[in-house]
């Protein structure tokens, strides 16, 4: 019994070794550009023109409190395009994407609001010149419907799941660095849904055209094949 005992503190010092070596001491953000959402995010987009005089309203994960807390920043946009059709951008960044401070899902912040979650689809987003992976939403609030798309971007890379999110903090443990994040929606209300993720597929191939080539990646991230 008291070799068994001696074994489990040992194993137990042993684990806490190692995760004292491997706990990340800095932030990834530091070796980088400073992100400037602002300044980064054009307000023409293509064809579309942010409108400033506008009903559309876009929903925010959650009360200012906990945005100031969670992110680092936050924006939020609506653009229009030559035909009159609406689409609302939010975007989301934070320094420090550890456990207890990390980038909330749009599937977890419009039920919080109120929101009926319809459907949920993992998709390969076509920008035209690149794939990223991204997520779409049917939701609905009353006669309120809100088709949603968005995407994550942990570090360098475009993430889906929890798992791919531990993968790649786990990666840059490895190298004792803190990963920044950022979320990126883009919706609208729109009864038609189809129509709704086209416009969003339009939006978004045009954002990634309008966005500078050296913050591109920041946006939206690479896949994790091949690293």
Same mark, same amino acid.
């Given at each position: 019994?008291?070799t ?5 503190m040992?194993?137990?010092?042993l684990?806490?070794a ?7 001491t /800095? =932030?990834?953000?530091d070796?980088l550009?400073?992100?400037d959402?602002?300044r980064?995010?054009?307000?023409t ?9 506008t009903i559309a309203?876009v929903v ?6 906990m945005?100031?807390k969670?992110y680092s920043q ?5 653009y +229009?395009?030559p035909?009159g059709y609406r689409?609302m951008?939010?975007?989301? =960044?934070?320094k420090?994407?550890s456990?207890d401070? !990390?980038?909330h899902k749009?599937? +977890?912040?419009y039920?919080a !609001?109120?929101?009926?979650l319809?459907?949920k689809?993992? +998709?390969?987003l076509n920008?035209?010149?690149? !794939?990223i992976?991204a997520?779409r939403?049917?939701?609905?609030l009353?006669r ?5 798309? =968005?995407?994550?971007v942990v570090?360098? =890379?475009? +993430? ?8 790649v903090e786990? !990666?840059y443990?490895?190298?004792r660095r803190i990963p920044d994040g950022?979320l ?5 209300v729109?009864?038609?849904t ?5 416009? /969003?597929r ?5 954002l990634?055209?309008?966005?500078a080539?050296d913050?591109?990646q ?10």
């Amino acid at each position: 019994m008291l070799t068994r005992n001696l074994l489990l503190m040992a194993g137990m010092l042993l684990a806490a070794a190692l995760g004292a070596l491997l706990r990340p001491t /800095h =932030y990834l953000a530091d070796e980088l550009p400073a992100i400037d959402l602002e300044r980064m995010v054009p307000k023409t987009v293509g064809l579309w023109r942010e409108e400033t005089n506008t009903i559309a309203q876009v929903v925010n994960p959650q009360q200012t409190e906990m945005l100031q807390k969670l992110y680092s920043q936050t924006l939020s946009r609506v653009y +229009i395009d030559p035909a009159g059709y609406r689409v609302m951008l939010s975007v989301a =960044y934070g320094k420090n994407q550890s456990d207890d401070l !990390q980038l909330h899902k749009p599937e +977890i912040c419009y039920p919080a !609001q109120g929101f009926t979650l319809l459907d949920k689809q993992p +998709i390969a987003l076509n920008m035209d010149a690149q !794939q990223i992976p991204a997520i779409r939403l049917q939701t609905t609030l009353g006669r309120r419907v809100e088709p949603v798309t =968005y995407w994550t971007v942990v570090g360098e =890379y475009g +993430i889906t799941s929890g798992l791919e999110k531990k993968w790649v903090e786990w !990666q840059y443990a490895l190298d004792r660095r803190i990963p920044d994040g950022m979320l990126v929606r883009v919706s609208s209300v729109d009864e038609d849904t189809g129509r709704a993720f086209e416009k /969003h597929r339009e939006f978004a191939s045009a954002l990634r055209a309008a966005l500078a080539w050296d913050v591109r990646q920041r946006f939206l991230g690479k896949p994790l094949q091949g690293g």
